[in-house]
């Protein structure tokens, strides 16, 4: 596993707004936007100056060099999941060298708002697009059939087309190991989890995670916040706060900033944090997080687009793949239960635990998943129902 941790120490002001430019999640930057036209481009250079012109002529440039480019919901000094993206970015230039070309947006809205971010950049004469977040789907798919020689990847979607593949990993894997560490460090037995939105990525994370967690301590509930942002260091950590005067001693998230691990520091409880190890933010709470490891697959994948191999697919790395895996745990996990962990965690890279297999009860009792079978991924992909253990709904 390849973890990176900011180089900086933490600077507070920068989760309290939308941070741009560099790979330190701690960099203090301008406000976000929700105007796409206003989304900066970057070309990954030292000089930053975007390398496309916004008047949607194609650039001149080498033949023999990809041009990729990165489209990101939120701003890559976010400390978590822009932030990997972006790492993930830099191996890419790193591998490749001079064989590639990459920039990014960051800041970009979900939904309609988003298409003509990727015509833009499609006319622009890139190669390969990554568009790195859940609402970019119908955009990407629409854009794919007007550009068929322009190959598009779109992080946890579930569209395909000829030209357009899709790509995540089976973070309920780790996200049960964090549940594990939530449930043996909580006293009150509530855990309070402060969630984005409630699409299958984030109920399967939310379930798996409750799993954990009941499996080292089956009076453990995991109650439910939905902050309808990914990233907004301020709601984040007004939702934790709430959670922690209801009686949670612990919190997990599913959200882009460490805001909810620094309300849980104040209020000496816990913090299981998500997308990149986040200890520096919150050191005392800290227990350990789910991380994504982007480089290998944006390296593999720019490759093949390289040397012609490139099909559309399908891809759900798992944790033997490399794509994610548990960050290093904070002190206060005990050592009997980093054991634990690890004999579970090794179960999962030798495939003999998912943890998806039954008896699984839903929150009514109802029994989803029988003894012995294992839900299957179209199941998971399409997750709307709460395991036994979580407080809250679906909405």
Excluded at 151 to 168: C, I, K, M, P, R
Excluded at 205 to 222: F, H, K, M, Q, S
């Amino acid at each position: 596993m390849k973890l990176r941790r900011s180089l900086l120490p933490l600077v507070v002001a920068a989760l309290i707004a939308a941070a741009c430019g560099g790979e330190d999640p701690a960099a203090p930057v301008g406000d976000e936007t929700d105007d796409p036209a206003a989304a900066e481009e970057t070309d990954g250079t030292e000089d930053g100056e975007a390398d496309a012109e916004a008047d949607g002529t194609e650039p001149e440039g080498d033949d023999d060099v990809l041009r990729v480019a990165f489209v990101y919901v939120g701003p890559v000094g976010d400390a978590g999941w822009t932030f990997r993206h972006d790492v993930g970015r830099q191996d890419l230039e790193d591998a490749l060298g001079d064989r590639v070309e990459t920039t990014f947006l960051e800041n970009v809205p979900e939904g309609a708002e988003s298409e003509r971010v990727f015509e833009d950049l499609a006319r622009q004469g890139n190669d390969l697009i990554f568009g790195t977040s859940f609402g970019y789907g119908d955009q990407m798919v629409a854009v794919s059939e007007q550009y068929p020689d322009v190959v598009f990847e779109h992080a946890t979607g579930y569209q395909t087309t000829d030209n357009l593949g899709t790509y995540f990993g089976a973070v309920e894997e780790s996200r049960y190991l964090e549940g594990m560490a939530a449930g043996a460090a909580t006293e009150s037995n509530q855990i309070g989890y402060v969630a984005a939105f409630p699409i299958p990525e984030v109920v399967r994370g939310i379930n798996a995670y409750t799993l954990g967690a009941r499996e080292v301590n089956p009076d453990a509930t995991v109650q439910v916040i939905w902050t309808s942002t990914w990233y907004d260091p301020e709601v984040e950590g007004q939702a934790a706060e709430s959670l922690l005067d209801a009686g949670a001693d612990v919190i997990g998230m599913h959200q882009d900033s460490p805001a909810p691990g620094q309300a849980a520091e104040a209020a000496d409880a816990y913090w299981t944090g998500y997308h990149s190890d986040m200890e520096e933010f919150a050191p005392n709470a800290w227990l350990t997080a789910s991380v994504w490891d982007w480089g290998p697959y944006y390296i593999s994948t720019a490759e093949s687009v390289l040397d012609g191999s490139w099909e559309s697919r399908e891809y759900y790395g798992d944790m033997a793949d490399g794509i994610f895996d548990v960050a290093p745990f904070g002190p206060s996990v005990a050592d009997e239960t980093q054991s634990e962990i690890e004999a579970r965690r090794q179960e999962i890279l030798a495939g003999d635990f998912a943890p998806f297999t039954g008896p699984i009860a839903d929150q009514d009792g109802d029994e989803r998943v029988a003894d012995g079978e294992s839900m299957d991924l179209g199941a998971l992909l399409s997750f709307d129902w709460f395991v036994e253990g979580v407080v809250g709904q679906i909405e």
